[in-house]
């Protein structure tokens, strides 16, 4: 699921691959990345020139996947405190923005999400959100912080907006707050950390 997770974002060369999942070994990512292909899952691809270079995607098959997991991210959140969200890493917040949000099928947005060096896009549409690395210059929103910064802002509203900038519409940034489903717990846990202090800025 670590593959899948960061397949789901775009498409990845084998070395940054194995950076995302953690710097897994070579031949334990190799296996698989075999063992998938071989499910048709995951695939093999040549950029095209100049690039040249081969990289790793998902499948149609694989992208049926992605509902799955963030379903099991939102079942999760159960299991989860605040403390444990607080350490997320950069390359798992478009993901953990796509297991709060809960959109209405009506619901069309484009949102920019930038954390530690890293650039996401996320697009709200059709009660989904298609998540990509990248930017998007017609995104009507764009977080910039930490992780758990923009999280915050997105959980506790004006509240957490400290160390976080925000460029767009707020009525945009209104329209996602509405979308945040957590449980209640976490909420106010997050709540609590904040209060105390917990650094949000990045």
Partial sequence: MLIVRELSLGPLRFSELARSVGGAPTDVLTARLRSLAGDGIVRRRELDRPASVTVYELTELGRGLEAP?????????????????AGLAATSLPNGVRTLLHPPAEAELTLGLRSEGQAYIL?????????????????????????????????LDEEAEAGVEIEGDRARL????????????????????VGAGLSTSG
């Fill in 69 to 85: 997991m963030l379903e099991l991210g939102r079942w999760g959140m159960a299991l989860q405190t605040a403390e444990e969200v």
């Fill in 123 to 155: 697009r709200v549409k059709d009660g989904w959100i298609e998540a990509s690395r990248g930017v998007d210059p017609a995104a009507e929103i764009t977080l910039s912080g930490s992780p758990i910064g923009v999280l915050a802002a997105l959980v």
């Fill in 174 to 193: 209104e329209e996602l707050r509405a979308m945040v489903e957590l449980p209640e717990r976490l909420r106010e846990e997050a709540r609590e950390l």
